[in-house]
């Protein structure tokens, strides 16, 4: 099985990018990434498709490396890496139909069945859930236990942040900034956990001043407080603050989470699949995790396909406490059901394991055709790459180790040049 095609498709309505991969066996993988599509198409046509076009699709752990290898010789983190975590997606999702299996079948199997979610209170269309979280955050509350949902997150404290990027927080404002949590509290008691989400807005001073303030509520965590730039400084928060400290979506890769984890500075790990290298990373995230008994919550607030790939290492990580989901975007009336089909299925606060092989769902064939669409396509295998490997070779004839420049032949060919295609450069 070879790779035949790749596409980015992207809708000016939204900041997304999807990823289409082709194969001459006629499966198609779907990935999805989120912010800067521009840039991300760019990735894909311009560093990593000339690598994949003609390869297995099958072989996604030395695709992940080898794009990676590329990235990191310039950088790795911004729109590579995501280019590489919605490439990675679809090529699970590849992986998935051709074996008949859904992805977290491939990842060793599943845990559980469902995954309970939280609310992110964003809002979209006729949903008002934000400005309830600021204006009435009690019957906001209500409404989320209504349908199941015990745990709701939003940026309670973003206004307030603004106001002097951070590093001014008045007594005053520190103790309107609690309004609605006490509103919470009142109106439907314990049964509904809150998240806070600091949006790394506040310096650490503030951060451990609203962290405390907030303490008496029984916060499930205090979210990026501070930039994830510093791992001293969360750890200092992670000591003063009762709520545990979630390290979240900015860490991009293995490498980056891992100095948090080894500091005892992230207390529930937050990857975002579609940032921080797809489901490959994703999975190893979780497995460094687990190993500092540390919880793992997928983050979201994006598009549908990602909480799709989420929802398989929901179901195979064993670690996994919570997934994020934003109700104004899957219920009807949000934008999910116009771009993807099957919709996920949250019930009674679930979040249900995707049916069907690979990831379990595939853009709606409207979108192709929606007018603010722009859909670009990489049909042509690439050549060599500097980053990946060199023109030169170290031989061994007659009993005598030299090098010498590689021919033609050999830096062309795909069983023995890593990652690449095509001619060299002349």
Not at 239 to 255: M, T
Not at 377 to 390: A, K, Q, R
Request: aromatic share 10%.
């Amino acid at each position: 099985m070879k790779i035949t095609r790749i596409e980015t498709i992207h809708v000016r309505e939204f900041p997304v990018t999807w990823v289409q991969i082709y194969t001459d066996a006629g499966f198609a993988g779907l990935g999805e990434t989120w912010f800067g599509p521009r840039a991300v198409a760019g990735a894909v046509h311009e560093l990593f498709s000339p690598m994949l076009i003609g390869r297995n699709p099958l072989e996604i752990e030395r695709h992940w490396r080898d794009m990676f290898d590329m990235a990191n010789a310039f950088g790795y983190a911004g729109a590579e890496s995501r280019a590489i975590s919605a490439i990675d997606t679809a090529l699970w999702d590849i992986a998935g139909q051709a074996a008949k299996q859904p992805i977290y079948n491939l990842l060793g199997g599943p845990c559980r069945d469902r995954i309970r979610v939280y609310n992110t209170c964003a809002q979209y269309g006729k949903n008002n859930d934000t400005e309830l979280a600021f204006l009435d955050a009690g019957t906001l509350a209500s409404s989320l236990l209504d349908e199941g949902i015990t745990i709701l997150k939003w940026a309670f404290t973003d206004h307030y942040a603004d106001l002097s990027r951070g590093v001014y927080l008045s007594d005053q404002d520190l103790e309107l900034m609690q309004e609605p949590m006490r509103q919470i509290r009142k109106a439907v008691g314990n049964q509904m956990a809150i998240a806070n989400d600091g949006h790394g807005r506040w310096n650490l001073q503030n951060a451990i001043r609203i962290g405390r303030a907030m303490d008496q509520f029984g916060m499930f965590w205090q979210e990026e407080l501070i930039e994830p730039t510093n791992v001293e400084n969360h750890v200092t928060l992670a000591h003063e603050v009762e709520a545990p400290i979630c390290v979240s979506e900015r860490l991009v890769s293995k490498y980056q989470f891992r100095e948090y984890l080894r500091a005892g500075a992230a207390e529930v790990v937050m990857p975002d699949l579609i940032w921080t290298g797809g489901i490959t990373e994703t999975k190893k995230i979780g497995v460094m995790a687990e190993a500092e008994q540390a919880p793992v919550a997928p983050h979201d607030c994006t598009g549908p396909v990602n909480v799709f790939a989420c929802a398989h290492i929901c179901m195979n990580a064993p670690n996994t406490m919570v997934m994020e989901t934003v109700r104004a975007f899957y219920k009807p009336g949000g934008f999910y059901d116009r771009l993807v089909e099957p919709n996920i299925v949250v019930k009674d606060g679930f979040l249900l394991a995707p049916e069907g092989p690979g990831l379990g769902t595939r853009l709606k064939a409207e979108v192709r055709e929606r007018p603010d669409v722009i859909i670009e396509t990489s049909d042509t295998p690439g050549g060599y790459h500097w980053s990946l490997t060199s023109q030169f070779e170290v031989v061994n004839e007659g009993g005598k180790r030299f090098v010498r420049k590689k021919s033609r032949r050999l830096i062309a060919a795909p069983d023995t040049a890593r990652g690449h295609f095509g001619p060299p450069p002349r």
